[in-house]
Structures are given as structure tokens and as C-alpha cells.
């Protein structure tokens, strides 16, 4: 376990590269290219802290592969793992995921580290984008485990839909993550903190819940891409309104 | 109006452009205008429902509980209607007014959400033979009924009251959003709950007796909604005085 003080210090070092990037924004509205420069320098900052301590990915990865065995013994043997493979994985998809996001803000509060983050000249838009790039990239390395892990435990076989199943897999992370990060950064600033997160996230990821599972389930059975189509449109769809919203609701989380 | 011979106080101008000279008598009087009117309607829709309503002929008795039903439902998403749209008012303009607008309605939303819950079941153990199936709307309801719940432990769990106050208005907006779109994605499958009898294209089919008697029901539900509704928001505003008052540095 990495221990407090040096998480700090880690923090400190990894902001060191954000002023760089942000001054030259300091005085006008920030352009694209360095509004983009500031998502991924609050991207990075989170990337290079989780891939010191790898505290997220390990703890939501193991804790994926024990939902993977209680289902075995949850499941009765006389039905087919098959037949609802799909609900299971995405059920582990969110419950390991909303287990990461508490950290992803409660880190920046234990050392008052998002106080500098604000007075940093970047843009609470940026701020979140770049947030929410972290989650997606950490949460889709413990998708990569949870698939196979299922896929071996339960034999179940996504070959010849590969590409679809990554497209599905992005689309519902992206959605998922657009609600969590906004929701972790609120339940943050609460008494309940991470207790709160599945409480707020749950209902509110119905639909992305709904697509997510019929077509992974789809793609299980041997169906063509074709018929997973809509459900890729609507994973989209639903991903771009809640990044748009979440974005753009953001800065009424993080002011002081 | 009352003249206001209180002193200023910093506390009480933070409040809102009114501050203390709101005497929310005018709400009080809009109150209870609203609550004769809805009271007054709902005996009527009372009489309408037991002595003047034909009983409905394949679903017998039971489909007397749809007078409070429909009107429940009806209520709940004019409620939740109005929290999205006070809680965008309120990120915006940081009225304190539209805030304990939003939290009225959410609380009177949740209160005929619970309602609703509860009256379908009673049917549709009848009417289905199950209490419950997990049906879009059903569902959604119940979905619903749970953001509301979260709204409130959102609300009370948060570092300080004005923060409670962003953190429940965002979490209205991001629900708003989410329910058409859960209402959408769901429509796709075959639904079990009948279908609307008013609101369609090719015009009513229905009873006239039973149309006049849902129209009185869902007029009465309304004025109760409306009066309930500034009861409530004058004690949310008073609740903002006590609050601001004891923050005050004396």
C-alpha cells in the first residue's frame, strides 16, 4: 500500500508539468488545441499517479474476478452460463467501476490537492474531459481482464466479434464514465462520500445498462454485427449527451 | 404589502433580492386559494368516482383506483418537471427562491411517485395477477421514485446547505435527462400497462362519464399540487432565514 505522504509528493511532482501547458492560456479564452493540451495534462496527471500505485486497477480488478467466482457458485449449474453471461459481466462492469471512481476525487480531497488543481488556469471543462479520460483508460484496462476472466470461467467465446464488442465495450464506458466522474466529484464533497456513488450512478445508467447488456449478449450468441447496430447507435448517443450535460455541469461541482 | 422596520442584516441580503421585506403572505393566500379550489374539486371527483362513473366493463371495480392513479402520475411528472427546471434556474441564476421551488417539488413529486407506486400494484394484482412485473413503465416509475430518494440523500449528505443546494440541482437536471431517455429506450418492447385512453392520436375512446370524471380528478390533483406546493415553499423559505440567521455573525 502506497502510503499517504508519498501519494502528496507524487501528486505535487506530477502537476509540475500542468503550469507549462496552462500559461499561455492564462489570459484569453483557451483555444482548441490548448484547451485539449489542458484535458490531457490533468489526463496524464491522474494516468501517471494511478500507474505509480496501481491501487485502482488492482483493487478493481481482483475485486472483478471474486464477483467472476461468487457467480459460479451463485448461478445454479443447470442454467447456461451462456445465456446470461452478458447481464453478469456488465453487472461486474459496474460495480467494480463505481468501487474506482470514489478514489478518483477522494484523492484529490485527502491532500486538499483539488484546491490547486482550481487555482491552476485550467478550465473546469478541461478539468472534467480530462478527469473523465483517466477513468475511461483505467476502467477500460480492468475491462480488458474482465472479459477474458468470463469468457475463460464461464466458456464463453466474442471471436469474429471482436470489433463490435470493443465498440460496445467504449461507447458504455464512455457514457458510464461521463455520469461517474461528475457523481464521484459530487459524492467527494459529501459525508456519505463513495457510499453515496452507486446511489446516485445506478438508476441514472438504466439505459446505458439496457443497450450495453443486449448487445454484448447478442454478440454471445453468435448473432452478425448488423444486428447490434442500434444498440451501438443509442450507446453513442447516450455517451455524447451525458459527456455534453456532465461537462457542462461540471463547474457547478468543483467552485468554492 | 407589510412595511419591514427589522434591521438589515448582511445574512438576510444574501438570500435573495427580496431578503426579509418577502413576507410570503401572498404565498400563504395563493396556498390556500389553491387548497379550497382542490379540495372542492376532489369531493366532487370523490361523488363522480362512486355514484356517477359507469363500472368498466372487463376490469370491473378495481379500474376505480385509475381516478387516483392517473392523476398521481400526472402530478409526479409535473413535479419532476419542475425540479429540472428550477434547478437549471437555479445554477444559473443562484436564486435561493427557485431552489426551495425545486426541493418542494421533489418532495411533493416523490409523495405522489410513492402513490403511484402503490395504487398500481393494488390494480395489477387484480387486473395481471401479480403485484409487480418489470415492465418500461413500471420500471421507469420505479427509477424515478429512487432519484428521488437519492435527490434527498444527496441533499442532507452534503459538506454544507448551499453545496446541497448545487449538488440536488444537478442531480435534477442529469435525472430530467435521463428519464425521456429511459422512457425511449424502453419503448421497444411490448408493454403490458394499457395503454393511454385520452391522449391519442385518433381522438378519445373512453366513456364520457368516466373522461368527465378523470378530468375532475386531474383537476383536483393539480390544485392540491399547486397549493401543497407554496405551503411547502414557504417553509422552505423560512427554513432559509433560520438557516442564514444563525450563520450570521451576531
Not at chain 1, 483508460?137 to 476472466?149: D, N, Q, R, S, T
Not at chain 2, 382542490?38 to 368516482?49: F, I, K, Q, R, S
Amino acid at each position: 500500500m502506497p502510503r499517504p505522504g508519498g501519494l502528496v509528493t507524487e501528486m505535487a511532482v506530477a502537476e509540475r508539468a500542468e503550469p507549462r501547458v496552462a500559461d499561455d492560456t492564462a489570459s484569453s479564452e483557451p483555444a482548441g488545441a490548448s484547451f485539449l493540451a489542458q484535458v490531457w495534462a490533468v489526463a496524464r496527471k491522474d494516468l501517471l499517479l494511478e500507474a505509480r500505485s496501481r491501487e485502482r486497477v488492482l483493487s478493481m480488478g481482483t475485486f472483478a474476478v471474486l464477483v467472476a467466482v461468487v457467480f459460479s457458485f451463485a448461478v445454479d449449474p443447470s442454467i447456461r452460463a451462456r445465456s446470461i453471461a452478458g447481464a453478469m459481466i456488465w453487472v461486474t462492469v459496474l460495480f467494480a467501476g463505481t468501487l474506482g471512481l470514489g478514489r478518483s476525487f477522494a484523492l484529490e480531497k485527502e491532500a486538499d490537492a483539488l484546491t490547486g488543481v482550481l487555482l491552476s488556469p485550467v478550465d473546469r471543462g478541461a478539468l472534467f474531459l480530462g478527469k473523465w479520460l483517466a477513468n475511461m483508460a483505467i476502467v477500460l484496462a480492468v475491462e480488458a481482464l474482465i472479459f477474458p476472466v468470463f469468457a475463460l470461467f464461464f466458456t464463453l467465446s466474442f471471436q469474429g466479434s471482436l470489433p463490435a464488442l470493443a465498440a460496445v465495450v467504449v461507447l458504455a464506458t464512455a457514457g458510464f464514465m461521463a455520469l461517474g466522474t461528475l457523481f464521484g466529484a459530487v459524492a467527494a464533497h459529501t459525508r456519505l462520500g463513495e457510499t453515496l456513488i452507486p446511489i446516485l450512478l445506478l438508476p441514472l445508467l438504466t439505459p446505458v445498462v439496457i443497450f450495453a447488456c443486449a448487445a454484448t449478449q447478442r454478440l454471445l450468441v453468435g448473432r452478425p454485427v448488423s444486428d447490434v447496430v442500434s444498440q451501438l447507435k443509442m450507446l453513442g448517443a447516450f455517451a455524447l449527451i451525458f459527456l455534453f450535460v456532465c461537462t457542462a455541469l461540471f463547474g457547478a461541482v468543483v467552485e468554492e | 404589502m407589510e412595511t419591514t422596520t427589522r434591521p438589515e442584516s448582511p445574512a438576510l441580503a444574501r438570500l435573495g433580492p427580496a431578503g426579509m421585506d418577502d413576507s410570503l403572505a401572498g404565498t400563504r393566500r395563493w396556498a390556500a386559494g389553491f387548497g379550497v379550489v382542490g379540495m372542492g374539486l376532489l369531493l366532487w371527483g370523490l361523488w363522480m368516482v362512486f355514484f356517477y362513473a359507469p363500472t368498466e366493463a372487463e376490469m370491473g371495480i378495481v379500474q376505480r383506483i385509475f381516478y387516483v392513479h392517473v392523476p398521481s402520475a400526472w402530478t409526479m411528472f409535473l413535479a419532476f418537471g419542475l425540479v429540472a427546471l428550477c434547478s437549471a434556474g437555479y445554477l444559473w441564476l443562484r436564486d435561493p427562491k427557485l431552489d426551495a421551488i425545486a426541493v418542494s417539488a421533489a418532495e411533493i413529486g416523490l409523495l405522489f411517485a410513492t402513490l403511484v407506486l402503490l395504487t398500481g400494484p393494488l390494480w395489477a394484482r387484480v387486473a395481471w395477477g401479480a403485484w409487480w412485473v418489470w415492465e418500461p413503465r413500471l420500471t421507469l416509475t420505479l427509477l424515478l421514485w429512487f432519484m428521488g430518494v437519492a435527490y434527498f440523500m444527496l441533499r442532507g449528505a452534503a459538506e454544507n446547505p448551499e453545496r446541497g443546494r448545487r449538488f440536488s440541482a444537478i442531480l435534477g437536471i442529469v435525472a430530467a435527462v435521463d428519464i425521456p431517455l429511459i422512457h425511449l429506450s424502453v419503448q421497444w418492447w411490448r408493454s403490458q400497462h394499457p395503454k393511454p385512453v385520452v391522449m391519442r392520436p385518433e381522438g378519445a375512446q373512453a366513456d364520457p362519464a368516466i373522461l368527465q370524471t378523470l378530468f375532475v380528478c386531474l383537476f383536483a390533483f393539480t390544485f392540491l399540487f399547486l397549493s401543497l406546493l407554496l405551503i411547502r415553499y414557504g417553509m422552505e423559505r423560512l427554513q432559509q432565514r433560520v438557516h442564514a440567521l444563525r450563520a450570521a455573525p451576531r
